[in-house]
Nanobody
Framework: QVQLVESGGGLVQAGGSLRLSCAAS????????MGWFRQAPGKERDFVAS????????YYADSVKSRCTISKDNAKNTVYLQMNSLKPEDKALYYC???????????WGQGTQVTVSS
């Protein structure tokens, strides 16, 4: 099992920045990739960004590609999502996820709320 705990969400004005953190614990050696998803009220959960743990290869949704950076700290088993130039449409509950296989997301955190005021 892998446990994920997100932090760093909050209220920010449009144009501002936030850095989300996701700390992994448990069987972290089994993790192949980690990522961030978000879900706005009444909408489906959408992919934001992901990172392959061993290669550090990153992937981004087109909607955030120029504004977000996903990174990791191996020693802390933590993945970060730096979000810049935030827009009101970025408001959502942001979830951290971990996959032990290339094509699966097997573990989820409880989410951290991001609110962007216009």
């Amino acid at each position: 099992q892998v446990q994920l705990v997100e932090s760093g969400g909050g209220l920010v004005q449009a144009g501002g920045s936030l850095r989300l953190s996701c700390a992994a614990s448990g069987r972290t050696s089994s993790v192949y990739r980690m990522g961030w998803f978000r879900q706005a009220p009444g909408k489906e959960r959408d992919f934001v960004a992901s990172l392959n743990w061993s290669s550090s290869t990153t992937y981004y949704a087109d909607s955030v590609k120029s504004r977000c950076t996903i990174s990791k700290d191996n020693a802390k088993n933590t993945v970060y999502l730096q979000m810049n130039s935030l827009k009101p449409e970025d408001k959502a509950l942001y979830y951290c996820a971990a996959g032990i296989w290339k094509r699966s997301w097997d573990y989820w955190g409880q989410g951290t709320q991001v609110t962007v005021s216009s």
